[in-house]
């Protein structure tokens, strides 16, 4: 039956109160009433929800959404290698987790490790205890879990685990430390020329006026951008937030859109090759290492691209499940992807069909792996003659914009 609320009016102290109960009908709120004591009860009426009991909802709601976020990688992966190697001195699993919870200082892992150890030491399974949180630790620390459990090597398949994410964490790092040079370039540009705009600009503007010159469109140009900035830019700023949340929101919630960005930012240059290596190469080593720690093939395949975070690509990958389902070979699924090359399409069919389909993924992975190094390396040298180009374009534009009028005044004076 439904609960509803109940406000109940009673004398205490020679002094009316009111108190709000929760029970299923008025004769049930009645009792418990007079079970807790408080006083002569008068009369009792049927209430809506109230505000408190919805602010208390909503805050509920707002701390799952922060703990749906990913924990960190970083200090995961030392919980991860701390209880494999316990376990592999033949440690019970609960004096790890108790052993974990003792040394972790991240306050979340500490959350999740103390809720695992209750529910592992009432009887449940480490990977069942783990399902509640898969949204945080992710699927394939659930399906890596679940394989020790079963076949009796938990140490060895927490270690692998702890690998696949240290990869992951690796190229994540890689890709940070590539940006870095050109983040910076872009963010000192965009900082000279608002300086540049806002107080140098405006100091020619009144030599410009006493003269009655016909000021260039660079100039022109210059002065309209200096204006919107300095009137309009706390509007344009907030104008530009409010977008990026509006495409943030609808982003999460319409999959058509999600799937048109996610396919879109695959050709944009030097990003959507990034994203491609990352994504493609991230899904053949955690495929081969599931496949290879004795994960059937369906299940490894799900997991693998469970990882994979672009929606277009995570759709073609998808098309190998759907061709193994329908009977077909594995090769037939990576061919229907048409995300890669002939090459390591013959890689995968000779390794199917010569029983060492773990040997070739080992290399494909490896090829990716070198690919995707390569590339982040490099990704510096290859932003760099955009940035020499804007760079020159912001010259140009302050160059024109300031000494061409002057040039004018000068000719105006001598005449």
């Keep these: 039956m439904q609960s509803s609320y109940f406000e109940v ?10 108190y709000v109960l929760n029970a299923s009908h008025k004769v049930e709120a009645i009792q418990e009433f007079k079970t807790k004591g408080m006083g002569v009860f008068v009369e009792i009426k049927e209430i809506k929800e109230p505000n408190s009991v919805k602010i208390d909802r909503i805050k509920s709601k707002i701390a799952d959404k922060l703990r749906a976020k990913k924990v960190p990688l970083e200090p995961y992966i030392a919980t991860l290698r701390h209880i494999s190697t316990m376990l592999n001195a033949g440690l019970p699993i609960t004096i790890c987790l108790d052993d974990i919870i003792k040394t972790t200082t991240h306050k979340r892992l500490l959350e999740i490790y103390k809720h695992i150890l209750q529910e592992v030491e009432s009887g449940i399974s ?4 783990f399902k509640r949180f898969e949204s945080e630790v992710g699927t394939i620390s659930v399906a890596l879990f679940d394989l020790g459990e079963k076949t009796g090597t938990l140490d060895e398949s927490i270690e692998k685990l702890a690998d696949i994410l240290q990869e992951v964490q690796d190229n994540r790092m890689k890709l940070k430390k590539a940006t870095r ?3 910076i370039v872009i963010v000192a540009m965009i900082i000279a020329f608002s300086f540049v705009i806002t107080l140098v600009v405006p100091q020619f503007q009144a030599m410009f006026e006493e003269y009655n010159t016909e000021l260039p469109f660079p100039t022109l140009l210059l002065l309209w951008i200096e204006h919107a900035i300095t009137q309009y830019g706390l ?6 937030v409010l977008i990026s949340f509006i495409l943030s929101y609808i982003y999460k919630k319409s999959a058509n859109f999600k799937l048109g960005f996610d396919r879109y930012m695959l050709k944009v240059y030097i990003v959507g090759k990034v994203i491609y290596l990352s994504m493609v190469g991230r899904f053949i080593f955690v495929f081969d290492r599931l496949s290879t720690s004795g994960v059937p093939i369906l299940d490894s395949l799900q997991t693998a691209i469970g990882i994979v975070e672009n929606e277009h690509l995570k759709k073609q990958l998808n098309k190998i499940i759907e061709a193994i389902e329908e009977g077909r070979s594995l090769k037939d699924g990576f061919e229907d992807t048409k995300l890669f090359e002939s090459m390591t399409i013959q890689m995968i069919s000779a390794g199917e069909n010569s029983g060492s389909l773990s040997a070739m993924l080992d290399k494909v992975s490896d090829i990716y792996r070198k690919k995707y190094s390569y590339l982040v390396d490099n990704v510096a040298t290859m932003i760099e003659p955009l940035l020499i180009a804007a760079i020159a374009g912001f010259v140009l534009l302050l160059a024109l914009g300031i000494f061409l009028p002057m040039w004018s005044i000068a000719e105006a004076v001598g005449g």
């Design 126 to 129: 480490l990977s069942i205890a």
């Design 9 to 18: 009016e009673y004398i205490l102290g020679g002094k009316r109160h009111k």
């Design 181 to 183: 040079y050109p983040v």
């Design 235 to 240: 509007f344009i700023l907030s104008g530009m």
